[in-house]
């Protein structure tokens, strides 16, 4: 037979996974040995192939992955043909095989690193590869279509796994069990009698590419939701506590919550007369301008808007977040309302609004607060007897010539700063308990007259619960004299000359009762 030249050195990789069919125009020693040694073999690669190893060079029990024999026991053997052969020199042994003669010392420098070992002999990589080309069953990397493929559905899932989810938490599982279905695939493929190659490299960044994408646009959606939500929220809340929820979203429990709360109701006195002197659009204009005038004073104390009712405003204080503050936010805004009224009364007459005047009801107690309503419309509101309360207190203003009342329950929180005046012992419409009612005058310390007026009042008023009319007549007297257009003062007064010569029956109670709302 006719020698065959072949190259023999393999690729010049740092770690050995490729074998190259043809070095320099010429067979390896791999595609050479393989095509004499069966009838029709099959065509070595045109390209290198990846190269499928069956095991280390020799495993931690001694046994070797391709058979070994001594090239001195061989030739010792061949040079004494008259004795017998070693058993594991027998002619069968070699028989139609194909013999590679390697060396495998470390000092024939013909050792390489592969992804088995790193001192794995250069002539093993050899056998490696014709046992591959005999068998076919080279490593054989999935075709691209089928890596484009897989590497499309990852990203997919691990895309829609970023987006569709709400919480942060939930958005990163989906890609990284992509990730992992990847790797576990790869693995799986790699693990087959017959080596498949899923090339990781490409569908992980694509996946990684994939998560990244999802979050900056979950983040830049829910961003945009958010400057949404916090404009609409800021409609009805001040921006201190839009702001507040947006930090801490878990902190608005939506529902039928019970709270103490404080309520306020606002009403233009004779707003229904002025209605009819004025067109439509004149009307409009002058309310929208009142409107937003009351509710930036509302907002500035942190309130929460409910509803406009015509020219009446309702809002209320300690939700959607806690303030253990409320009663005193809720007197602090009244209080700015009625200043804030004074201040645009020029702009009120240029509308077509003369002396306008607000009253003011102010209560607190438990309250249901949450979103009411029905399937197709719903408002963010309070109910209970303490709302219907406030409500009824700001229309019993009205008995009295006074601007702001509150309630008993909202005094004993806020007396200590505030100029309070006890007005009376009502009973309201609707309710069937009396209490005692207060007005809300001014804030501590900055007013002397008034604090004189509110002490001076309360005195008469103990000696009109006294039934002692001609003193309660004489101190009401001298009052009216200094504050000659103070409401509750003239009210009282009447009362007292009314029961000087209609005195009341044995079982009075000194509780006014009203007649309306």
């Known amino acids: 037979i006719d020698p065959v030249f072949a190259a023999a050195n393999v690729t010049d990789e740092g770690t050995v996974r490729t074998y190259e069919p043809t070095v320099h125009g010429q067979p390896s020693l791999a595609a050479a040995a393989v095509a004499p040694a069966i009838p029709n073999p099959r065509p070595a690669p045109p390209a290198p192939f990846l190269l499928h190893y069956y095991g280390p060079y020799r495993a931690a029990d001694g046994r070797f992955t391709f058979d070994y024999l001594s090239a001195a026991d061989v030739l010792g053997a061949a040079l004494r043909l008259d004795h017998p052969l070693p058993t594991d020199l027998s002619p069968s042994r070699l028989k139609d095989k194909i013999v590679l003669v390697g060396i495998i010392a470390a000092g024939g420098f013909d050792l390489k690193s592969t992804p088995l070992s790193d001192q794995y002999p250069g002539v093993e990589i050899h056998a490696t590869a014709i046992a591959n080309l005999l068998r076919g069953d080279a490593v054989a990397p999935l075709t691209w279509p089928v890596a484009s493929a897989l590497a499309f559905i990852a990203s997919l899932i691990a895309a829609v796994g970023g987006i569709l989810p709400r919480r942060?938490?939930?958005?990163?599982?989906?890609?990284?069990?992509?990730?992992?279905?990847?790797?576990a695939l790869a693995i799986i493929l790699f693990r087959?009698?017959?080596?498949?190659?899923?090339?990781?490299?490409?569908p992980l960044l694509a996946v990684a590419l994939s998560i990244v994408?999802?979050?900056?646009?979950?983040?830049?959606?829910e961003d945009r939701q958010r400057r949404v939500a916090l404009k609409a929220l800021g409609q009805y809340v001040s921006p201190t506590v839009a702001d507040a929820i947006a930090r801490d979203p878990d902190s608005l429990k939506l529902g039928g919550e019970r709270r103490d709360m404080t309520v306020m109701f606002t009403d233009i006195a004779g707003f229904t007369d002025l209605s009819e002197t004025l067109?439509?659009?004149k009307l409009a204009t002058l309310l929208n301008f009142y409107l937003d005038q009351m509710s930036d004073v509302v907002l500035e104390h942190d309130g929460t808007l409910d509803k406009y009712v015509g020219d009446a405003i309702m809002s209320f204080w300690n939700a959607p977040l806690p303030q253990p503050d409320h009663a005193l936010r809720a007197c602090r805004a009244a209080l700015g309302m009625a200043a804030r009224e004074r201040d645009i009364q020029p702009r009120l007459r240029e509308l077509g609004a003369?002396?306008?005047?607000?009253?003011?009801?102010?209560?607190?107690?438990?309250?249901?607060?949450?979103?009411?309503?029905?399937?197709?419309?719903?408002?963010?509101?309070?109910?209970?007897?303490?709302?219907?309360?406030g409500s009824r207190l700001e229309g019993a203003n009205k008995f009295y010539g006074t601007r702001i009342m509150i309630a008993q329950s909202t005094a004993d929180l806020v007396a200590a700063h505030f100029i309070l005046r006890r007005l009376d012992n009502l009973r309201v419409k609707g309710k069937l308990q009396p209490m005692a009612v207060y007005e809300l005058m001014a804030e501590s310390g900055v007013d002397d007259n008034l604090a004189d007026l509110a002490q001076r009042y309360e005195a008469a008023f103990v000696l009109y619960r006294e039934q002692r009319w001609?003193?309660?007549?004489?101190?009401?007297?001298?009052l009216l004299a200094d504050h000659p257009d103070d409401g509750p003062t003239r009210t009282l007064f009447a009362r007292v000359e009314h029961f000087a010569h209609d005195p009341p029956p044995t079982d009075w109670d000194g509780v006014y009762v009203a007649k309306g709302k």
């Open 279 to 281: 067109d439509v659009e």
């Open 213 to 221: 994408g999802a979050m900056a646009h979950s983040y830049l959606t």
């Open 168 to 183: 942060v938490m939930f958005k990163l599982p989906a890609g990284l069990l992509s990730m992992a279905a990847l790797i």
């Open 192 to 202: 087959r009698t017959d080596i498949l190659w899923l090339p990781l490299a490409a």
């Open 470 to 478: 001609s003193d309660a007549a004489a101190a009401l007297s001298a």
């Open 354 to 389: 003369k002396n306008m005047f607000t009253r003011i009801g102010v209560n607190t107690g438990p309250m249901s607060v949450g979103n009411m309503g029905s399937t197709r419309k719903f408002n963010y509101t309070v109910l209970g007897d303490s709302v219907n309360l």
